[in-house]
């Protein structure tokens, strides 16, 4: 089936770039996104691409996707302790199916 | 502002209990989805609906059942608790057709002893 990997934890000091990988398998992935998870709260959609792009940016967001390598990439510029938080790696196969494949995800700190 | 609320946030039960996991969404989604959560494990799917009773399995449905008998209402049930199902469960609803854009609940956390 679908495997979506991530490293556990990245820690990062306040104004430095984080950058929080993910590998898939699933060569027919149509939608690949990044959720955010903050401390007793539930996922949230922070952004998403689709399979036919590169590149996708959104403020201090941007995500990279190399399909030969099936990695995916979210880079945050000026990381704030706000950002402290667990990100999940997400993909959706293709064929039009409902089901999301998660990764593990990897818990963000930010030291002050 | 869309909603999704899940009827406790926190919940003790003992090992062979019938337990209820009530989730409610208000932005009249077609898909709703159960998953558990575990450090390490990330979220695993237990069950789908894309429409009132209907269900599908996830990639962990066992020792769990759901229901579906409203649109905006989606039950995971434990027949029997068991200590291995202490966890968190996310409840989630998205529009047909855009699972990608999934809308969480806060979870209930659940401790079986």
């Known amino acids: 089936g679908e495997d979506v990997e991530q490293s556990l934890f990245l820690s990062v000091r306040e104004g430095d770039s984080s950058v929080i990988n993910c590998t898939y398998t699933?060569?027919?992935?149509?939608?690949l996104y990044w959720y955010k998870q903050e401390p007793g709260a539930g996922l949230q959609l922070l952004t998403y691409i689709f399979s036919n792009m590169d590149m996708k940016q959104d403020q201090r967001l941007t995500v990279l996707l190399n399909k030969k390598d099936k990695h995916l990439s979210l880079r945050i510029a000026d990381t704030q302790t706000g950002d402290s938080a667990i990100y999940f790696c997400?993909?959706?196969?293709?064929?039009?199916?409902?089901?999301?494949?998660f990764g593990t995800g990897t818990k963000l700190q930010v030291i002050p | 502002d869309v909603k999704v609320t899940q009827s406790s946030r926190y919940l003790v039960k003992r090992t062979g209990e019938k337990v209820f996991l009530e989730c409610v969404q208000d932005?009249?989604?077609?898909?709703m989805f159960w998953y558990r959560q575990d450090p390490g494990l990330g979220l695993r799917l237990i069950y789908f609906?894309?429409?009132?009773?209907?269900?599908e399995k996830g990639d962990i449905p066992e020792g769990y059942s759901v229901s579906r008998e409203k649109k905006e209402r989606f039950s995971l049930i434990l027949e029997s608790a068991s200590t291995n199902q202490t966890s968190m469960y996310l409840c989630?609803?998205?529009?047909?057709?855009?699972?990608?854009?999934?809308?969480f609940g806060p979870g209930t956390r659940l401790t079986v002893t």
């Open positions: 609906s894309y429409d009132v009773k209907m269900k």
């Open positions: 997400a993909e959706t196969p293709g064929g039009g199916y409902q089901k999301v494949t």
């Open positions: 989630a609803s998205s529009l047909a057709g855009a699972s990608y854009e999934q809308y």
């Open positions: 932005m009249d989604h077609e898909n």
């Open positions: 699933d060569s027919s992935s149509t939608y």
